[in-house]
């Protein structure tokens, strides 16, 4: 598969892609393991590595968990988007925060832009990117508005920054979620260990904005403009390919671009 056209060229960060989970509710209507799992005609992950390297990021560390050695296979026969990849598994599945620990040797405490293998997006990167850099911020975070904040991270704005950020917050502060990708400077290393374990077991990564904020570290963030939908279940599929065929784009996860 050919590299899609560049929207910004990447200043140095490598590609982070959670891509661990099981995807239980998906096996109804696929065998696939949920990267692998195909909407509109291709697997889930190419949605999230597409934006990446038209982002200008050329190599991709993926986090693996269920089903890891099929996926790391698909990716190294194709490698989509002329990306180059870095394999990482993620033992026990604890949670974002988990995975990104997870990655922190292949990382090698550099930058990076994470996203979620499984969040299906029309909006491309290169905005986000250029908010972190004018900025010169410590994490930058992609948001969107939504219409039931208590099922995601919420945010709170002034200006250009993060004031201040809750999961499923069960009085949100405003209507501005995490839409699943985000840029992280060196200073998230020294938080992840301060990340609380949640009663599930697992460790969030948006509670580690609350910790670089009380660091004073400037947490900012880039409104998308597209639709984005996280694919856990069957239903969340059919919407997907329908939002594709009506946008024209099954083919091109990049869609219009910000």
């Avoid at 949605?47 to 050329?58: C, H, N, Q, T, V």
């Avoid at 948006?206 to 597209?226: C, E, H, Q």
């Amino acid at each position: 598969m050919n590299m899609p056209p560049l929207d910004e060229l990447s200043t140095g960060f490598v590609g982070l892609v959670l891509a661990a989970g099981e995807g239980r509710r998906l096996k109804a209507c696929s065998d696939q393991p949920k990267p692998l799992v195909p909407v509109g005609g291709r697997p889930l992950i190419e949605y999230s590595l597409e934006p990446l390297a038209r982002a200008g990021i050329r190599r991709a560390i993926v986090v693996l968990g269920h089903r890891a050695e099929e996926v790391q296979q698909y990716l190294l026969d194709r490698r989509p988007f002329g990306l180059d990849f870095q394999f990482v598994r993620q033992h026990p599945l604890n949670g974002t925060a988990g995975a990104v620990e997870s990655a922190q040797e292949a990382l090698a405490r550099r930058p990076f832009l994470m996203t979620y293998a499984d969040n299906l997006c029309q909006y491309a990167f290169g905005p986000l990117l250029r908010e972190h850099e004018e900025q010169g911020n410590s994490a930058t975070l992609s948001l969107f508005e939504t219409a039931e904040p208590s099922n995601h991270g919420i945010v709170e704005i002034r200006g250009r920054r993060i004031l201040s950020m809750e999961e499923r917050p069960v009085r949100p502060r405003s209507n501005l979620a995490f839409a699943g990708t985000a840029l992280f400077e060196r200073e998230i290393y020294a938080v992840l260990p301060e990340v609380p374990t949640q009663p599930g077991g697992e460790k969030y990564l948006t509670d580690a904005i609350p910790l670089l904020l009380a660091r004073g570290k400037a947490v900012g963030y880039s409104r998308i403009k597209g639709w984005r939908l996280n694919i856990n279940r069957p239903e969340d599929i059919a919407e997907a390919e329908a939002r594709l065929a009506r946008s024209g784009d099954s083919h091109s996860p990049a869609g219009p671009h910000s």
